[in-house]
C-alpha cells in the first residue's frame, strides 16, 4: 500500500505549501497556491515546498564528529573526471564522474562476473515479487477522507493560474505514487471516455474537473484494464539480507560499499538489505526519485520508532544509491538521467507538448544522461545535497532517474541505499537503539525487516 501513502504525502505535500506560502507574509493578492515568481511551477511532487528543516536543537560539528563522524562526501571535480579508488587489497578502480548534478559515478568491474552471477542465484532462491501490483481504490478511498474541496485542488494544479488545466499540469498531477503512468494519449483517451470535457478544447475548466472524482484517471484506465507496461514500473524483485551471518559475497559487496561511499561503516550496516531487481524483456522503470524531498514534518521509515510522535510526512532517507548491474543486456535497459546537468530543474518543464521525459518506454533518446548496463560496473549517486556541516541536506532533485524499456533479453540490476536521517539527532538515537541490540536478542520491532517494513523488506 506504499502508493497510497506516497499519494497522501504528496497531496498532504501542496497542502503544506499552502500553508507556508500563506504564512509567509505574501501581500494579500497572492493567491498562495502559487510560487512568488518565476515560471509559476509550484512542483507538483512538493518540492521546493519550505526549506529543510532545522534540528530543533542543532549538533555542532563536534557532535557530529563525536558520534558518527562528519558524512565524507566524494568530489567529482568535472565531467569525466577520474579518480583511483582502493576497494580490494591488490585491484585498481576507477571512480569516473559522470555528473555533478546528481553528483554521479560510474565503478568499472566494481563486482566479478562470479559475484554477479551468485547475487542473481541467491534472488531466484529467495524468490522474486512483483516489484508493482495493480492499484486498488484503497487510494480513492484514502483520498476521499482526506477534507480537500475540488477548488482546493484545482487551484493547486493550475499553476499558471490561467483558470485551466493544461494538459501538463493534468499530466504532473497523475504522477502520485505507483499507479498506472498516464501518457497525453491517456488524457485524450479518458476526457473522451468520460466525456470530460464537453466544450472539446482540450483544457479542463474548474467546472469540468468539478465533475470528475478526485481518481477519476486512474479508475478510468484500471476499468478498462490495464498491462503491466502501463504501470510506472514493470519488474521483479527481492530483497537479500547483507548483515552479520550473510553469505560471504553479500558481506563482501557490503564492506565494498562502505569503502566506495566511505560513510560510517555503522550506519551502511544498518540501511536497507540488497535490492536485486529483474526486468524481463518489455519491463522498465519511469524516472523517479529514489527518495522524497525533506520538509520540517518529515521523518524516515527507519528512525520513525526513535521519532518522537507521527508524522504525515515520511520517507525513506536515502542518502546514497549504489547500483549494480548484474548481467550484459541485449537491447535497451539503459539508465537514463533525464535532467542530469541541466542548468535548471522544473518539473513541469520536463513535459513538453506530449514529449514526457520522465517516460522510459519512449523518451530515453532524450535524456541528458543514458548508462548502458555492463556487468559488474556500478552507479553511485547522492540522492541529497550537503547541508554544508557535513551532514545530510536538501533533495537533489536531478538525481532524478528511471530504467528504459528493455527490448531484448533480461536485466538483472541491484540496489543498496544508505539510509540516513537528515535530523542528526534521530541518526544517532536510531545507531544507539540498534546497536544495543547487535549482540543480544532484539525485540522484534528492531528486526531489519520491521525498520524497514514500509519498504516492504522481508527477508
Ligand atoms: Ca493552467
Ligand atoms: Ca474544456
Redesign the pocket.
Known amino acids: 500500500m506504499v502508493f497510497v501513502h506516497v499519494y497522501i504525502l504528496n497531496v498532504m505535500a501542496l497542502l503544506l505549501y499552502v500553508y507556508y506560502t500563506s504564512e509567509s507574509a505574501h501581500s494579500p493578492t497572492d493567491s498562495g497556491a502559487l510560487p512568488p515568481s518565476g515560471q509559476g511551477a509550484a512542483p507538483p511532487q512538493g518540492q521546493h515546498l519550505s526549506p529543510p528543516a532545522p534540528s530543533p536543537e542543532p549538533v555542532s560539528k563536534q557532535q557530529h564528529d563525536t558520534v558518527l563522524g562528519r558524512l565524507r562526501r566524494l568530489e567529482g571535480i568535472k565531467v569525466g573526471h577520474r579518480q583511483k579508488v582502493d576497494l580490494v587489497p591488490n585491484k585498481i578502480h576507477y571512480l569516473k564522474t559522470l555528473s555533478l548534478k546528481p553528483l554521479l559515478f560510474e565503478i568499472a568491474n566494481f563486482l566479478s562476473e562470479e559475484e554477479c552471477k551468485l547475487v542473481i542465484h541467491l534472488a531466484k532462491l529467495k524468490g522474486l515479487q512483483e516489484s508493482q501490483i495493480m492499484p486498488s481504490d484503497i487510494q480513492q478511498e484514502a483520498i476521499d477522507e482526506m477534507d480537500i474541496s475540488k477548488e482546493e485542488i484545482f487551484n493547486l494544479l493550475d499553476y499558471n493560474q490561467d483558470g ?1 488545466l493544461q494538459m501538463k499540469e493534468v499530466l504532473t498531477h497523475t504522477r502520485f505514487g505507483d499507479g498506472v503512468w498516464i501518457t497525453p494519449e491517456n488524457i485524450r483517451e479518458i476526457y473522451t471516455g468520460l466525456e ?10 474548474l467546472e ?1 474537473f468539478k465533475q470528475l472524482n478526485t481518481n477519476a484517471f486512474q479508475t478510468y484506465l484500471r476499468q478498462r484494464g490495464v498491462q503491466k507496461t502501463e504501470l510506472v514500473r514493470n519488474s521483479k524483485h527481492t530483497w537479500l539480507y547483507q548483515g552479520e551471518g550473510a553469505h560471504q559475497i553479500l558481506r563482501a559487496i557490503r564492506r565494498r560499499v562502505i569503502r566506495l561511499t566511505q560513510l560510517p561503516p555503522e550506519i551502511v550496516e544498518h540501511s536497507e538489505p540488497l535490492q536485486v531487481v529483474k526486468y524481463d524483456q518489455g519491463g522498465h522503470y519511469h524516472a523517479h526519485h529514489d527518495s522524497g524531498p525533506i520538509y520540517a514534518e518529515t521523518s524516515c521509515f527507519h528512525t520513525k520508532l526513535v521519532a518522537n510522535g507521527s508524522t504525515p510526512l515520511e520517507t525513506s532517507c536515502r542518502y546514497v544509491t549504489v547500483l549494480f548491474y548484474l548481467n550484459n543486456v541485449s537491447g535497451g535497459g539503459e539508465t537514463a538521467f533525464p535532467v542530469a546537468d541541466n542548468r535548471t530543474y522544473d518539473e513541469l518543464s520536463l513535459i513538453q507538448n506530449d514529449v514526457d521525459l520522465r517516460d522510459t518506454r519512449r523518451n530515453c533518446d532524450q535524456a541528458n544522461l543514458l548508462v548502458k548496463p555492463l556487468q559488474g560496473t556500478a552507479l553511485f549517486w547522492y540522492n541529497y545535497l550537503s547541508d554544508g556541516e557535513g551532514w545530510v541536506g536538501e533533495q537533489d532533485e536531478y538525481s532524478l532517474h528511471g530504467g528504459c524499456v528493455v527490448t531484448k533479453g533480461t536485466k538483472w540490476i541491484a540496489n543498496n541505499w544508505i539510509n540516513i536521517d537528515p535530523d542528526v539527532q534521530r541518526q544517532i538515537q536510531f545507531q544507539q537503539a540498534v546497536s544495543k541490540y547487535t549482540h543480544e536478542e532484539a525485540p522484534a520491532e528492531w528486526a531489519v525487516d520491521n525498520i524497514y517494513k514500509d519498504l516492504h523488506v522481508e527477508l
Open positions: 485551466q470530460a470535457d464537453p466544450d472539446g478544447n482540450g483544457l479542463l475548466s469540468e
